[in-house]
């Protein structure tokens, strides 16, 4: 099996393998097009309102409803208790490529962080289902602001998705973290 190399290159390690060189001009410059399969109700309208992660805080029941005539994808949805959902941070600000995430008080690199400002503004959050009608889904356990464009919807699948073990980087270390910055 052939193993894509790393773009990244250790400071002080000097230029680039010519591989890696290659690898990163192979990033195509042409415009991806996408549509949105539905638009999220919710009573978060303002960042500072959510949640800073779907578990945290408060639950709040929302609705993802799908443009009509998609209800048919819908079809044995209701038999989850988690779904995937890939949407656009429609109230992105830009992005820096180091900030200061909330409850610490280090600069991290942004792809360390689960930042919504990001070079493309794609957010992911696995949200439970609360009941499925027609071309909607209503949920909770959610971090979503009103009228977020839902790109997509996939099944929570633990014994697939859940790695509980799992190393968190710098987030393993927090042991006093700070106050959520964003709320001071």
Request: net charge positive.
């Amino acid at each position: 099996m052939n193993r894509i190399p790393s773009l990244v290159v250790p400071a002080g390690a000097g230029r680039p393998p010519r591989s890696v060189r290659k690898l990163a001009g192979a990033v195509p410059a042409t415009p991806l097009v996408l549509r949105p399969v539905g638009v999220v109700r919710s009573p978060f309208v303002w960042r500072e309102e959510a949640p800073r992660q779907p578990t945290v805080g408060e639950t709040r029941t929302a609705a993802i409803v799908l443009r009509p005539g998609m209800q048919n994808l819908l079809k044995d949805v209701a038999g989850f208790e988690r779904l995937w959902v890939v949407f656009w941070f429609h109230r992105s600000r830009g992005w820096k490529p180091q900030i200061v995430p909330p409850r610490d008080r280090v600069k991290r690199g942004l792809y360390a962080t689960r930042a919504p400002d990001r070079p493309n503004p794609i957010g992911l959050s696995a949200v439970r289902v609360v009941a499925v009608f027609g071309c909607r889904i209503d949920i909770d356990q959610h971090d979503l602001l009103d009228g977020t464009p839902v790109l997509d919807l996939k099944p929570y699948i633990p014994a697939y998705d859940s790695f509980p073990d799992a190393r968190a980087g710098w987030v393993d270390a927090l042991r006093d973290p700070g106050p959520d910055h964003r709320r001071v």
